[in-house]
């Protein structure tokens, strides 16, 4: 059976990485999600996916030079699908707070070695917190942060994420010991798949939105889908 995962919450639907995106995930019954973190300057776990503020805000600079409570106050509605009521940056600890998701992938962007050191080991306290360590899992394609998450909160469930195929990915997810391969779509061959399921790894693949895709993936049995349209996903794999 093929789950979903909501992209930055529901990315087609409505302004990605915001709270508005994850509640509009949850309102369509889908209750996995994934989303991007990055450290503000006092080391808060903030929810956005690019390390500069220009394309989701607006403004000029890296997220690691302001404040969680200055990136909490600025609307990050830019270049998102329209939407009528500002929808800040969002802290994770909020999410936590506000969102009942049953797993998150909680994707971290490659890091010097002392950042993700930093990045992991907040997470752990923040789940640890909300009694959420056994529904997350930390992906990234970074070996930095994937080394640091086996050596430091080991746990917490690991993912790959992999775009590219130039490194064999499953040998990469041995290397870190980890359960989950988050796998673009387009390097997601059956023999892949098979390979990566006999490993015990769970692949989850991305950015999948058009039904047919989502259907064909469903029949060679990946065993999620990521996608920016939740809604139209459990639709179409109901239907099936």
């Known amino acids: 059976m093929t789950t979903i995962y909501g ?78 009521s500002p929808c800040p940056v969002p802290r994770l600890e909020e999410l936590f707070e506000k969102c009942d998701f049953e797993h998150w992938q909680l994707e971290v962007k490659s890091a010097s070695r002392t950042r993700a050191a930093t990045t992991v080991l907040a997470i752990r306290e923040m789940a640890q917190q909300f009694g959420l ?34 490194l064999d990915p499953l040998k990469v997810a041995q290397n870190y010991d980890c359960n989950l391969l988050a796998l673009n779509w387009t390097l997601c061959t059956p023999e892949r798949l098979i390979k990566a399921q006999r490993q015990g790894l769970h692949v989850s693949v991305w950015t999948v939105n058009e039904p047919a895709l989502m259907r064909r993936l469903a029949d060679f049995g990946v065993d999620s889908l990521i996608t920016d349209f939740p809604g139209l996903a459990s639709a179409t794999l109901e239907n099936r």
Request: glycine share 10%; proline share 4%.
């Open 133 to 166: 360590l056994d529904k997350i899992t930390i992906t990234s394609s970074s070996r930095e942060v994937l080394g640091a998450a086996l050596e430091l909160t080991p746990d917490i469930s690991r993912g790959l994420v992999a775009e590219y195929a130039w």
């Open 7 to 84: 992209h930055r919450g529901a990315k087609g639907e409505a302004p990605e990485n915001t709270l508005a995106s994850f509640q509009q995930c949850l309102g369509h019954g889908v209750r996995r999600c994934e989303l991007d973190l990055h450290l503000s300057a006092d080391n808060q776990l903030m929810v956005i996916h690019d390390p500069s503020l220009k394309r989701t805000t607006g403004r000029r600079g890296k997220v690691v030079e302001h404040s969680a409570a200055d990136l909490a106050t600025y609307d990050a509605r830019k270049g998102g699908p329209g939407w009528v």
